[in-house]
Nanobody, 115 residues
Framework: QEQLKESGGGLVQPGGSLRLSCTAS????????QAWYRQGPGKQRELVAS???????NYADSVLGRFTISRDSDKNTVYLQMTALKPEATAVYYC?????????WGLGTQVTVSS
């Protein structure tokens, strides 16, 4: 059964960095868009970054210049490199792969930015 699993979350001080990974198990084909979302306490889930099959990337204004989305197709993995983290980045981060016929979501990984 195909599924996505996030890893790399944790506790980090303001200004610190983390790299999240999202790895697919099973065979997921015809992936059009791979994205990272986050949901902070009491907030709605929001799009953080996305990468299209052609390589185009998009970022939320709040993370532009500090977060980088990338992928390693050979490893079936998408990454989110986060730098200069702020307390407001505290959230559960989810990966989302949008395919031609079906969408996949991971269960999320907690990121806490606190001193």
């Amino acid at each position: 059964q195909e599924q996505l699993k996030e890893s790399g979350g944790g506790l980090v001080q303001p200004g610190g960095s983390l790299r999240l990974s999202c790895t697919a198990s099973g065979s997921i084909s015809r992936v059009n868009i791979q994205a990272w979302y986050r949901q902070g306490p009491g907030k709605q889930r929001e799009l953080v970054a996305s990468i299209y099959d052609g390589g185009t990337t998009n970022y939320a204004d709040s993370v532009l210049g500090r977060f980088t989305i990338s992928r390693d197709s050979d490893k079936n993995t998408v990454y989110l490199q986060m730098t200069a983290l702020k307390p407001e980045a505290t959230a559960v981060y989810y990966c989302h792969w949008m395919c031609t016929a079906v969408d996949y979501w991971g269960l999320g990984t907690q990121v806490t930015v606190s001193s």
